[in-house]
């Protein structure tokens, strides 16, 4: 069984206002997906944020997003390929840049809010951001959401020379196709945290979960996102990492 890295969004706050609690979950994460000012953070920000993941050895990813500061990115945007592929490029070298001051680098990119999801539906939109990357450093894996069937977006990546991280989901329900149930739905966030730690598991060793409409459900699993915006998340994640530490042990 490989392990399962814990991934979360991290860098979010944005001048003299705060979002998460990135101090507490660092220490218990492999990667920290870090903002990069289309829909929050700011250079102060980022530079504390790429030195708070410094310190406690954990890679840094960096997390562009749609220019959507007041929607914190979660609003898609009539954005073509090309402009896709160019704010990924700006926003990959401004914190690779902050990175570099800090003795560091950027190891690989997770695209957030409605731009990650526009990506699973739009496959030119998931081209231009490889091309990003394959522009910036090939090297640079890209983190994207794992689903029944993954062979497109594989298939295209080995056209491009791109590594894929598939990420999964402990405290979300899935759809029978592997995406994740809407917001907008009843069930579709799991609260419980022995529901989550359980589905982490599940997860982690490769079992199936139950999907939406009851069918058996298998993912891919290479990251798992967790999450530290309140003192219950961070009490989760310190959970899920003991949890996985249990199963290598």
Known sequence: MNAL???????????????????EVMPFIDCANIACGFHASDP???RRTVALATQHDVRIGAHPAYPDLVGFGRRSMACSPDEVENMLLYQIGALDGICRAEGTQVRYVKPHGALYN??????ELLRAAMSAIVAYAPSLPLMLM???D???SQAMADELGVSLW??????RAYDPTGRLVSRALPGAVHHDADTIIAQALRLAKSEPLTASD???????ADTLCVHGDNAGSITAVQRIRQALQGLTA
């Open 5 to 23: 890295l814990l991934n979360c969004d991290i860098g979010e706050s944005f001048g003299a206002w705060r979002m998460g609690l990135d101090a």
């Open 44 to 46: 102060q920000i980022m």
């Open 118 to 123: 526009d990506m699973m539906r739009q496959p």
């Open 146 to 148: 794992s689903t029944r």
């Open 150 to 152: 993954n062979s497109a």
């Open 166 to 171: 598939f990420e999964v989901f402990a405290d």
């Open 214 to 220: 009851g069918s058996a459900l298998t993912l891919r």
